[in-house]
């Protein structure tokens, strides 16, 4: 039975939340080998649980169709749903359970697949989630999102994960015409074929290959990202680390923890977003443009292991999420 309707949140129409969270494919209890349906769904209670409701959700690590996306899916063989709508189904549950509206739209970003095309043994793709009763989508790159992998060895083109940046430009006021452009990303992890990758005890954020990423995001966003703009995603890469420098001290961006005062910015693992066994890191981040947008808060969002959460448990990665002013 459904809950009881919640008194709405009034906020002013300048005042947003966004929410960026790598899922590891809906699969972390299978330790990402394969997607489940109860990790959506304690993913979406969680959504649904949020007040305020985040008016934009970024992903990382969605899948499209694939063997991977079903094998541990109890699904009809003539079910054509993909990841991201199964989640989407699941969110519109929660948000009803939980007496709320749905007001989202879905975009799916593809990155990269692997296997025969009639159904591939695992695919990437980022996703991008909008509230369309407060925002409207007016331009996006989802037909043809934009590579940025750096291939260190060419030999290995067609075996390395392709990494994309997906834009969307988002109308906040319909009478002024402000827009905000949003772009959702997922970096790779350093190459083990670099030399620097052996000979520095730091690894992660370290990786030429990854600089190298870094810096053709950056061109991106200069050349087709008006202000204000936010960047977010897993960038595989700590405050203190080459990328992190790059992308604040020589790209401009602000970074969001260490604007507020929450994160130390030469500090490599002074707040852990993901973590694999006892090894903790700090790899996600929000970034914007120094002009046009105030940041409010990072409220709810907590540290990785921290099962006050709810979505303590749900990935090998946590969500940040915070509150802005255009």
């Known amino acids: 039975m459904a809950a009881p ?70 699904r009809r063989p003539d079910q054509t749903e993909t990841q991201l709508e199964t989640f989407m189904r699941a969110l519109g549950t929660a948000l009803q359970l939980s007496g709320k509206h749905d007001p989202y739209e879905a975009f799916y970003f593809p ?11 695992y695919t990437t793709g980022l996703a991008i989630i909008v509230n369309i009763e407060r925002l409207a989508v007016v331009g996006h790159n989802r037909d043809a999102p934009h590579r940025i992998t750096h291939h260190h060895v060419a ?30 990303t997922h970096l790779s992890l350093p190459s083990p074929f670099a030399r620097q990758f052996w000979a520095s005890p730091n690894k992660m954020g370290f990786g030429p290959n990854q600089l190298k990423e870094a810096e053709t995001l950056s061109r991106f966003v200069q050349a087709n990202a008006g202000e204000p703009f936010i960047v977010c995603g897993d960038f595989n890469s700590p405050p203190g680390s080459p990328v ?34 006892r090894l903790r890191m700090h790899l996600d981040h929000m970034f914007s443009s120094s002009n046009g947008i105030t940041w409010l808060d990072m409220d709810g969002t907590h540290r990785f292991a921290d099962d006050s959460s709810p979505f303590h448990g749900c990935s090998d990665h946590v969500p940040l999420i915070g509150s802005f002013v255009l």
């Open 111 to 121: 990155a990269h697949r692997y296997g025969p095309a009639s159904l591939p043994i």
């Open 5 to 74: 309707p919640e008194p709405p949140i009034r906020l002013d129409l300048k005042h947003f939340r966004i929410l960026s969270y790598n899922v590891r494919y809906f699969g972390h209890a299978l330790r990402g080998l394969a997607s489940t349906e109860r990790a959506k769904k304690r993913i979406a209670a969680a959504v649904a649980g949020m007040r305020p409701l985040p008016d934009v959700i970024c992903l990382q690590e969605v899948e499209h169709i694939s063997v991977r996306s079903r094998i541990a899916a109890a």
């Open 155 to 184: 030999a290995l083109r067609n075996r390395k994960q392709t990494r994309i940046c997906a834009h969307m430009r988002l109308l906040v006021d319909g009478k002024s015409g402000k827009h905000l452009d949003l772009v959702n």
């Open 244 to 277: 992190y420098r790059f992308l604040t001290a020589e790209a401009g961006m602000r970074g969001v923890q260490e604007t507020l005062g929450l994160i130390e910015a030469n500090h490599l693992r002074g707040f852990p977003t993901a973590g694999i066994a």
